[in-house]
């Protein structure tokens, strides 16, 4: 996925260390060559290369996050779609750089939202539509996830495993004290906590724009798209965190509240009882914060 994993956790002393680091890096590799867009053999790429209408056969896993890609895209009124690969590809957050023609067709695009889009049986998939899909809004959750249940697997039940930020913490420390980890304040210069959560049995991830942009005439545009204009969001929080009882889920519906904003986001929170923090920029570009649910009120 371009980035690092980690897993911390507390076992006695005849465990096989280097054993569940091989499981653990097959684990990661395993979500990466199912759902990555920079590997041209992946089983996304193959079924972004599909004809319309064509069934295609996927891996378990691969189907496992259509689907929660697809329920929250239809919950959250397609704020987030893992239909935007054609976007993201466009605007340079892909493999390649940006391109002007494009980012011109991405915008002028006539779109169906993947969760109406695509069409799933147990095992098989097919587009409805013309779409590319793009999963970088929920598979590296998903990975978080899939590291935790490998730990599970070696009958380890207490760690905090991570990918790029997003964390999931298992039962508790050694010391029965919660794990605790940091949000981070949204500042591109250095990293800094805005505030510490103490989380047990849950997973958390933020989706921000002061870590990956581009710059269009002097803006800096993040890498999140807005499925209404095919492009960068325009206005947005400077960062959204959310805790959920999974690392994917958290991760989809974080650039979901991104994209809603604080208003519309978090009454959509505050309805599908999520717990998630909005951190906004106000006018000297201090960042203040934004509650919604019992971890944050």
Same mark, same amino acid.
């Given at each position: 996925?371009?980035?690092?994993?980690?897993?911390?956790?507390?076992? /006695?002393?005849?465990?096989?260390?280097?054993?569940?680091?091989?499981?653990?890096?097959?684990?990661?590799?395993?979500?990466?060559?199912?759902?990555?867009?920079?590997?041209?053999?992946?089983?996304?790429?193959?079924?972004?290369?599909?004809?319309?209408?064509?069934?295609?056969?996927?891996?378990?896993?691969?189907?496992?996050?259509?689907?929660?890609? +697809?329920?929250?895209?239809?919950?959250?009124?397609? @704020?987030?779609?893992?239909?935007?690969?054609?976007?993201? %590809?466009?605007?340079?957050?892909?493999? /390649?750089?940006?391109?002007?023609?494009?980012?011109?067709?991405?915008? %002028?695009?006539?779109?169906?939202?993947?969760?109406?889009?695509?069409?799933?049986?147990?095992?098989?998939?097919?587009?409805?539509? @013309? !779409?590319?899909?793009?999963?970088?809004?929920?598979?590296?959750?998903?990975?978080?996830?899939? !590291?935790?249940?490998?730990?599970?697997?070696?009958? +380890?039940?207490?760690?905090?495993?991570?990918?790029? /930020?997003?964390?999931?913490?298992?039962? !508790?420390?050694?010391?029965?004290?919660? #794990?605790? +980890?940091?949000?981070?304040?949204?500042?591109?210069?250095?990293? %800094?906590?805005?505030?510490?959560?103490?989380?047990?049995?849950?997973?958390?991830?933020?989706?921000?724009?002061?870590?990956? #942009?581009?710059?269009?005439?002097?803006?800096?545009?993040?890498?999140?798209?807005?499925?209404?204009?095919?492009?960068?969001?325009?206005?947005?929080?400077?960062?959204?965190?959310?805790?959920?009882?999974?690392? @994917?889920?958290?991760?989809? #519906?974080?650039?979901?509240?991104?994209?809603? /904003?604080?208003?519309?986001?978090?009454?959509?929170?505050?309805?599908?009882?999520?717990?998630? !923090?909005?951190?906004?920029?106000?006018?000297?570009?201090?960042?203040?914060?934004?509650?919604?649910?019992?971890?944050?009120?």
């Amino acid at each position: 996925m371009g980035t690092r994993w980690s897993a911390l956790f507390f076992a /006695g002393p005849d465990v096989d260390k280097e054993a569940i680091r091989g499981a653990l890096q097959a684990a990661v590799e395993e979500v990466d060559g199912q759902m990555s867009t920079w590997n041209a053999g992946s089983d996304l790429m193959r079924l972004n290369a599909a004809p319309v209408g064509e069934w295609v056969a996927v891996p378990a896993q691969l189907a496992a996050v259509l689907r929660l890609g +697809i329920e929250i895209g239809r919950a959250s009124g397609g @704020a987030f779609d893992i239909g935007m690969g054609d976007a993201v %590809t466009a605007w340079g957050f892909g493999p /390649g750089d940006a391109a002007p023609d494009g980012i011109r067709a991405a915008m %002028t695009a006539s779109r169906r939202p993947a969760h109406e889009a695509l069409e799933m049986d147990d095992a098989r998939v097919r587009k409805a539509a @013309a !779409l590319k899909l793009d999963l970088n809004g929920i598979a590296k959750g998903y990975g978080v996830d899939r !590291l935790a249940e490998t730990l599970r697997d070696h009958g +380890i039940s207490d760690g905090l495993v991570g990918i790029d /930020g997003e964390m999931r913490a298992m039962g !508790l420390r050694p010391d029965g004290e919660a #794990w605790t +980890i940091a949000v981070e304040a949204p500042d591109a210069e250095r990293r %800094t906590p805005h505030s510490i959560l103490a989380l047990q049995d849950a997973a958390v991830a933020t989706s921000g724009d002061y870590r990956h #942009w581009v710059e269009v005439q002097g803006r800096r545009l993040s890498h999140t798209m807005d499925p209404r204009r095919g492009a960068p969001l325009i206005a947005s929080p400077a960062s959204v965190t959310v805790v959920a009882r999974t690392c @994917a889920e958290a991760d989809a #519906w974080a650039t979901a509240l991104m994209v809603l /904003g604080p208003d519309k986001g978090a009454t959509l929170a505050r309805r599908s009882g999520l717990d998630a !923090l909005f951190l906004l920029r106000d006018h000297n570009g201090d960042a203040r914060s934004l509650g919604v649910g019992q971890l944050f009120s």
